[in-house]
């Protein structure tokens, strides 16, 4: 009752660190942290000190108890309020939960108890009402608090997502209004003296938390010679199953230096894939931090697959912390995971195109005319990442670099000939400049397994040129720059017929998020 005294807080504590994350320790006088019901993170907030009627026993005048939850989890479009749009939708499609709970400690709710005493001192005793404390979250009344004369009970409650208020944007925040009415059956209580309303009953909060579920965003990354603007229309794909994805990491290979290193021995310029890890591990936290997530989906092309790959399976040795929140103005971080990674005609056994580009460095320009149209393109195209593409250094990197426990798999694994008749036509070419370049590379891929060129040096003479090529044997279907027996390294999706320059197109995207939303091949529902 009003005789009680206030409860004296308790003093902020060391900030906790607990594996997989870290967070301020629970401040208050409950028998209870916030760790009852998990770790705080992008999908757990929690408010245990930010609030001035936080952690303090409050009387009706004192009040209302107001406590504000952030969520910086990005989802979906919302709103003018923050309400998740077509919220039905999104939880068919596993983008979110159903149901978000709410829970906290309250104190001393004398909810049974129903007291006779003089409040406005006439000498007459006054019946008095039970406590009612009512809780409202962003002022829509849920119900009220429940308990018992001098203990702390734990509060569950249940609503539906669509109550909660979610960031407009990657990068904003939302705030969630939690309010306690308290002692409200009393504040219009007839007296015996003829007045109105009594103070009789007063409560504590000790911390809010929501819990809610969330899919996870998809980061592209994107292959040899492109940007992340290559994934436009993939990215569109995705935005129609409701899904969000980031195209923001556009990659740099190393400076050429001139001339280029012969062969692939010890050199920065050979070693594109710790190049591109070492980017991807600034480009990663960063997206996953505007979402608001602590676990990102990777959907990747060609050589992003490797280069993903290397970042994904170095999360277990030297994890990644991220920022998802804030408590008492310190940070809540979480370690970074990768549920799962998509790769589009990756090749993971890698490409006798670049074991031509290799071989071609031996050569001049000139020289590399001399020994035919294969050997002068991959001359022509020379570039950092021959060397992490050959088929014996490709394998060896996959072999050394699996994927973390938890990651998923699923792969694309094209064949350019729609039609079955050999050859690519120009409707199977597009993208490539010349119809006739795209089933030349076709062919060659198809019928050849490896290839050594050799430099015999003739005095008065020409150099002599040789180009030993090693047939397969048997003819190799694939996108006309990866087999499809390299690019198979995951359970593969239904979907060929496509070329390498044009397998990331939307419906290809549409088709991969709705078997990841039937938990198929991938898993991309809320977790």
Same mark, same amino acid.
């Given at each position: ?22 967070? @301020?320790?629970?401040?208050?006088? #409950? @028998?209870? #942290? ?27 005048? +004192? ?67 039970? +406590? ?44 969630? &209004? ?180 290799? +071989? ?9 005319? &001399? ?28 072999? #050394? ?9 699923? #792969? ?43 430099? +015999? ?48 197109? &939307? ?17 991309? &529902?809320?977790?």
């Amino acid at each position: 009752m009003r005789v009680f005294a206030a409860l004296v807080c308790s003093a902020l504590v060391p900030g906790a660190a607990l594996a997989g994350g870290s967070f @301020p320790a629970h401040r208050g006088d #409950s @028998p209870w #942290s916030f760790t009852i019901v998990a770790e705080p993170s992008d999908t757990f907030v929690v408010n245990d000190t930010d609030s001035g009627t936080i952690d303090t026993f409050l009387f009706r005048s +004192e009040g209302p108890i107001v406590i504000e939850v952030p969520i910086h989890r990005y989802v979906g479009r919302t709103d003018a309020d923050g309400h998740l749009l077509d919220v039905d939708d999104l939880v068919k499609r596993g983008i979110v939960s159903e149901k978000a709970t709410l829970r906290l400690p309250a104190f001393d709710v004398d909810e049974k108890t129903f007291p006779v005493f003089d409040c406005d001192g006439d000498g007459v005793d006054d019946q008095l009402m039970n +406590e009612v404390d009512e809780i409202f979250l962003n002022d829509e009344k849920l119900g009220t608090l429940k308990g018992d004369n001098g203990i702390w009970t734990s509060q569950n409650l249940t609503v539906p997502i669509s109550k909660l208020k979610f960031p407009s944007s990657p990068g904003a925040t939302a705030i969630n &209004r939690f309010r306690v009415d308290i002692d409200t059956a009393n504040k219009d209580v007839v007296l015996s003296s003829g007045a109105v309303g009594c103070e009789v009953w007063g409560v504590a909060i000790d911390w809010v938390g929501i819990k809610f579920k969330a899919s996870s965003p998809v980061a592209l990354v994107h292959g040899i010679r492109s940007s992340g603007a290559v994934w436009g229309d993939f990215k569109a794909g995705l935005a129609d199953d409701k899904v969000e994805s980031d195209n923001t990491i556009t990659l740099a290979d190393p400076p050429a230096p001139d001339p280029a290193p012969v062969g692939c021995g010890a050199d920065p310029y050979n070693d594109t894939i710790q190049n591109n890890v070492a980017q991807l591990q600034a480009f990663i936290p960063a997206i996953a931090e505007r979402y608001g997530t602590s676990s990102l989906h990777f959907g990747t092309h060609s050589k992003g697959g490797l280069d993903s790959l290397g970042f994904i399976s170095g999360l277990a040795a030297s994890p990644i912390q991220v920022t998802v929140g804030t408590m008492g103005g310190q940070p809540v971080k979480r370690d970074l995971e990768a549920h799962s990674i998509v790769t589009l005609d990756t090749p993971h056994a890698g490409s006798v195109l670049a074991k031509y580009g290799v +071989e071609a460095r031996q050569l001049t320009a000139l020289q590399s005319l &001399r020994a035919g149209l294969n050997v002068a393109a991959a001359k022509a195209f020379e570039g950092a990442y021959y060397c992490d593409l050959t088929p014996a250094r490709a394998s060896a990197f996959v072999a #050394s670099h699996p994927l973390t426990s938890g990651t998923q798999g699923g #792969s694309v694994a094209a064949d350019a000939d729609i039609n079955g008749n050999g050859q690519i036509d120009s409707a199977e070419a597009a993208g490539f400049p010349l119809t006739s370049v795209a089933n030349r590379l076709y062919q060659l891929i198809g019928t050849v397994a490896d290839v050594t060129i050799t430099v +015999e040096r003739r005095t008065l003479l020409p150099d002599r040129i040789t180009v030993a090529e090693v047939p397969n044997g048997a003819f190799r279907p694939n996108d006309v720059i990866v087999t499809r027996a390299s690019a198979a390294r995951y359970p593969t999706y239904d979907i060929t017929g496509w070329n390498h320059l044009n397998v990331h197109a &939307r419906v290809n995207a549409d088709t991969i998020a709705a078997d990841a939303q039937s938990s198929g091949t991938v898993d991309w &529902r809320e977790r």
